[in-house]
Each structure stands twice: as C-alpha cells, then as structure tokens.
C-alpha cells in the first residue's frame, strides 16, 4: 500500500515553470516507481515521465522531453516535476503513480496506487 500526495500546483504564464512534488508513504519495504500523469476533463489520463526506485533511471514522453524533468529526493521519500516551458495546453490535473514496475513505454497506463491531483493552469 502506497499513498501519495501532490502539491506545487497552481496558475502560470505560458513559457513560465513550475515544480510539481509527490510526497509518498508506504507500508512496505518493496521498491516501487513513480511516474506522473496529466488529464484533461473528457480526455484520457496521458503518461509523461517516470522515474525507478532508485532514481537513477528517468523515462520520458516525447511531447515533455527537454522540457520537463522527474527527480526523486530519496531521504525525504518524494518525487518531483519541474516544468519548463509550459504551453497552455498543458492545462490538466497533474497525478503521480506508484507502480512495483517501472513504466518505459508510452502507452503505459499507470500502476495501482494514485495520488488525488493537482491542478495546473497555464494561461496564454
């Protein structure tokens, strides 16, 4: 069992940043990965990036690749997302994910545990 919460969402200008964390607390030992997700209301939740447990392997989509960057501060059991370079359709409620796999396809759709969102507005 893996919770997990996201904050360090909010409004900005198209081409600003911002950075996303995933504080996450588990009831087991197992290694897990985290990867986070965006949705659009009516639109299917998309994959963007992943990192292992370890933190030393990143995976990302093509459409956030050199724009956005997943990292994970072990000590602290977080993951991060800085964005860079933010569109306005990047608009969404962002999710991170737990998985005991670690997703590198882009047709990946999430493992078992979620966090509850949270939303990020760009405007143009």
């Known amino acids: 069992q893996v919770q997990l919460v996201e904050s360090g969402g909010g409004l900005v200008q198209a081409g600003g940043s911002l950075r996303l964390s995933c504080a996450a607390s588990?009831?087991?030992?197992?290694?897990?990965?985290v990867a986070w997700f965006r949705q659009v209301p009516g639109k299917d939740r998309e994959f963007l990036a992943s990192?292992?447990?370890?933190?030393?392997?990143?995976y990302y989509v093509d459409s956030v690749k050199g724009r956005f960057t997943i990292s994970k501060d072990t000590a602290k059991n977080t993951v991060y997302l800085q964005m860079n370079s933010l569109k306005p359709e990047g608009t969404a409620v962002y999710y991170c994910?737990?998985?005991?796999?670690?997703?590198?396809?882009?047709?990946?759709?999430?493992?078992?545990?979620w966090g509850q969102g949270t939303r990020v507005t760009v405007s143009s």
């Open positions: 994910n737990a998985d005991p796999q670690y997703p590198i396809t882009s047709d990946y759709l999430g493992g078992p545990y």
């Open positions: 588990a009831r087991t030992n197992s290694p897990y990965a």
């Open positions: 990192i292992d447990w370890t933190g030393r392997s990143t």
